[in-house]
C-alpha cells in the first residue's frame, strides 16, 4: 500500500512530455516555502492505495503519454516510500511506462538504491548550495542531496536539477555562483530548472491553522529571475524557468 496525498492527469511540469503526476504522503524536510504542507506528516495523511490501482491508472493514461510522457512520483518526498514503489516502478518498467522520480536526496539507503537504478529520470530539487542556507530553508543538511548528485553521475542517470528563487533566501549570487560550479560540469544534469518562489499555497497553512512561513518574501520580480539565470547560463548549458 502506498500512502498517496493526490494525482494529477495531464502534468507538464514534472519531467517530459505529459505524465500522471503521483504526490505521496510523507517528507523529512521543513521547508519554508512548501507549496503543499498538509504532504508533509509521515505515516498519516493521504490516502492508502494500492499499487494496483496506481498501475492501472498509469496504463489507462497510457494512450496520452505519447512517446516522450510517462508517470511521475513526487510528494511530499517520494523516497519515504521507497520500499513500496520498487515493486510498483518495476511493473511500470513492464509496461514500457517512462518513470521520473521528483526528490530532494536526503534519505539513503539500499530501498533509495534500487528505486534510482529502476526509475528512467531523476528530478533532483537542490534547495539551497550553502550549508546553512539549506539549514535555514529546510532544517536539515544538504550533505546526502551532493552525495546522490554524485551517485546519479555515476550511474549516468538523466538528471534535471531544481532550484528554487526565493528573494533573500536563495537567490544571492555567491550561492548560485557556488550551484553552477559545484554541478555545472555534471554531464548527465540534461538542465537546470530554475523555479520562481510563488505563494500558491499560502491558502493551505491557513487552512491548517498556522503561520505562513514566508509572509515577508515577495514573488521574484521577471528581473530578478533573468538575473538568476544570467548567472547560471555561465555554468549549465540549459537553464529553464517557468
Same mark, same amino acid.
Given at each position: 500500500?502506498?500512502? =498517496?496525498? +493526490?494525482?494529477? @492527469?495531464?502534468?507538464?511540469?514534472?519531467?517530459?512530455?505529459?505524465? $500522471?503526476?503521483?504526490?505521496?504522503?510523507?517528507?523529512?524536510?521543513?521547508?519554508?516555502?512548501?507549496?503543499?504542507? #498538509?504532504?508533509?506528516?509521515?505515516? !498519516?495523511?493521504?490516502?492508502?492505495?494500492?499499487? %494496483?490501482?496506481?498501475?492501472?491508472?498509469?496504463? +489507462?493514461?497510457?494512450?496520452?503519454?505519447?512517446? *516522450?510522457?510517462?508517470?511521475?512520483?513526487?510528494?511530499?518526498?517520494?523516497?519515504?516510500? %521507497?520500499?513500496?514503489?520498487?515493486?510498483?516502478?518495476?511493473? $511500470? !518498467?513492464?509496461?514500457?511506462?517512462?518513470?521520473?522520480?521528483?526528490?530532494?536526496?536526503?534519505?539513503?539507503?539500499?530501498?533509495? #538504491?534500487?528505486?534510482? @537504478?529502476?526509475? #528512467?529520470?531523476?528530478?533532483?530539487?537542490? !534547495?539551497?548550495?550553502?550549508?546553512?542556507?539549506?539549514?535555514?530553508?529546510?532544517? &536539515? @543538511?544538504?550533505?546526502?542531496?551532493?552525495?546522490?548528485?554524485?551517485?546519479?553521475?555515476?550511474?549516468?542517470?538523466?538528471?534535471?536539477?531544481?532550484?528554487?528563487?526565493?528573494?533573500?533566501?536563495? #537567490? &544571492?549570487?555567491?550561492?548560485?555562483?557556488?550551484?553552477?560550479? *559545484?554541478?555545472?560540469?555534471?554531464?548527465?544534469?540534461? *538542465?537546470?530548472?530554475? $523555479?520562481?518562489?510563488?505563494?500558491?499555497?499560502?491558502?493551505?497553512?491557513?487552512?491548517?491553522?498556522?503561520?505562513?512561513?514566508?509572509?515577508?518574501?515577495?514573488?521574484?520580480?521577471?528581473?530578478?529571475?533573468? %538575473?538568476? *539565470?544570467? =548567472?547560471?547560463?555561465?555554468?549549465?548549458?540549459?537553464?529553464?524557468? &517557468?
Amino acid at each position: 500500500m502506498l500512502r =498517496i496525498h +493526490s494525482f494529477e @492527469s495531464m502534468g507538464t511540469f514534472d519531467g517530459p512530455g505529459l505524465r $500522471l503526476v503521483v504526490f505521496l504522503q510523507g517528507c523529512n524536510f521543513q521547508c519554508l516555502y512548501c507549496a503543499n504542507p #498538509d504532504t508533509i506528516p509521515i505515516g !498519516k495523511g493521504g490516502k492508502l492505495i494500492e499499487e %494496483a490501482e496506481v498501475l492501472r491508472r498509469a496504463i +489507462s493514461e497510457r494512450p496520452f503519454f505519447g512517446k *516522450r510522457g510517462g508517470i511521475t512520483f513526487s510528494g511530499g518526498e517520494p523516497t519515504v516510500q %521507497a520500499q513500496a514503489l520498487i515493486p510498483l516502478c518495476r511493473q $511500470l !518498467k513492464e509496461e514500457g511506462i517512462h518513470i521520473c522520480l521528483d526528490t530532494q536526496g536526503s534519505i539513503r539507503n539500499a530501498y533509495v #538504491d534500487e528505486l534510482l @537504478s529502476i526509475v #528512467d529520470m531523476v528530478l533532483l530539487d537542490c !534547495k539551497h548550495i550553502l550549508p546553512e542556507g539549506h539549514r535555514l530553508l529546510t532544517t &536539515q @543538511s544538504n550533505a546526502n542531496t551532493f552525495a546522490t548528485a554524485e551517485q546519479l553521475r555515476q550511474m549516468g542517470k538523466p538528471v534535471r536539477m531544481r532550484y528554487v528563487l526565493v528573494p533573500g533566501y536563495s #537567490d &544571492q549570487p555567491e550561492a548560485l555562483h557556488a550551484l553552477g560550479e *559545484r554541478f555545472g560540469s555534471y554531464e548527465n544534469i540534461e *538542465r537546470l530548472e530554475l $523555479l520562481p518562489y510563488h505563494t500558491y499555497g499560502k491558502h493551505k497553512y491557513e487552512t491548517l491553522g498556522r503561520e505562513y512561513p514566508l509572509e515577508h518574501v515577495h514573488e521574484p520580480t521577471p528581473e530578478e529571475v533573468d %538575473a538568476a *539565470r544570467e =548567472i547560471l547560463e555561465q555554468y549549465f548549458p540549459v537553464v529553464w524557468t &517557468q
